[in-house]
C-alpha cells in the first residue's frame, strides 16, 4: 500500500472551476493510476481533502503508487509526495492509542413499507453521526476513548461538516453529507482494524468518504 498526497493549487481559478465537485475529484484520482486504466483494472483507491495551516491537500491510499505529474494535475508543482505505507501498518499495536481522522459519510438504509423500495439518508445532527461512528467502532476493531473526566463522553469531536455536490449520471447534481471526526482512539482487534485501514469506512468511498488515518501518541 501507498499514501500519497499533494497540496492543491487554491489559487489557481481554472483548476478550481474543474472541481466544482466530487465526480471531478474523482476522476483526477483515478487518472493518477494510468495503468489501471490501460489494463481496464480498477482497484479501489481511498481519498479525502485535508485542510492544514490554511492549505488544502489531496490525501490518496492505493495499492500502486500514482504517477506523481497526474497527481500534480490540480495541484502545486512539486509538491506530490508517496510513501510506502505497508511498514506503517506492520507497526500499529493492539492495545495502543492513536490520533485518528476519519471523513465519512454517516447514513442509514430506510425501506418503504408500502413500496418495498429501499433509499440512503444522511444522519444529520451531531449526536446522530457521533453514534453512527460508535455503533460501528467494534465492526472495524476500535475504541473511541473515554474523556477521564466525563464517562460520558469520548475524546472525539467532529471538525467539519458539509454538503459538497456531487454530479449523477444524467447531469443530476445530489449533495452528499460529509463529516471529519478526529480523536483518540485504542486498537482491540488489529487485523479487523487494519482491514478498516485499508478498505474504509461507510459509504460513498469513491467520493472521498472512508479513508482512517492514525498516528501514535507523542
Not at 154 to 163: A, G, H, L
Request: with cysteine.
Amino acid at each position: 500500500m501507498y499514501i500519497s498526497r499533494v497540496e492543491i493549487d487554491t489559487n489557481n481559478r481554472q483548476k478550481l472551476r474543474d472541481l466544482y465537485h466530487l465526480g471531478a475529484y474523482h476522476n483526477w484520482v483515478e487518472n493518477c493510476f494510468p495503468n489501471e486504466l490501460k489494463k481496464k483494472v480498477r482497484l479501489r483507491h481511498l481519498w479525502r481533502i485535508d485542510e492544514l495551516n490554511g492549505k488544502k491537500y489531496l490525501l490518496v491510499l492505493s495499492e500502486e503508487k500514482p504517477k506523481l505529474d497526474k497527481l500534480e494535475r490540480y495541484g502545486l508543482a512539486n509538491t506530490a509526495e508517496t510513501k510506502d505505507y505497508d511498514h506503517f501498518l506492520s507497526s500499529l499495536n493492539q492495545g495502543k492509542k492513536y490520533r485518528f481522522k476519519l471523513t465519512a459519510n454517516p447514513s442509514y438504509r430506510i425501506t418503504d413499507a408500502k413500496t418495498g423500495k429501499s433509499k440512503v439518508v444522511p444522519h444529520i445532527t451531531v449526536l446522530q453521526q457521533t453514534k453512527w461512528l460508535l455503533d460501528r467502532s467494534e465492526k472495524y476493531g476500535f475504541d473511541l476513548v473515554k474523556s477521564e473526566d466525563d464517562e460520558e463522553t469520548y475524546e472525539m469531536n467532529i471538525t467539519s461538516r458539509d454538503w459538497p455536490r456531487l454530479r449523477r449520471k444524467g447531469n443530476k447534481i445530489v449533495k452528499l453529507s460529509r463529516v471529519t471526526f478526529e480523536g483518540l482512539l485504542e486498537i482491540k482487534d488489529l487485523q479487523q482494524f487494519k482491514q478498516a485501514m485499508v478498505t474504509g469506512i461507510g459509504r460513498e468511498k469513491a467520493f472521498g468518504m472512508g479513508l482512517l488515518t492514525v498516528i501514535p501518541m507523542e
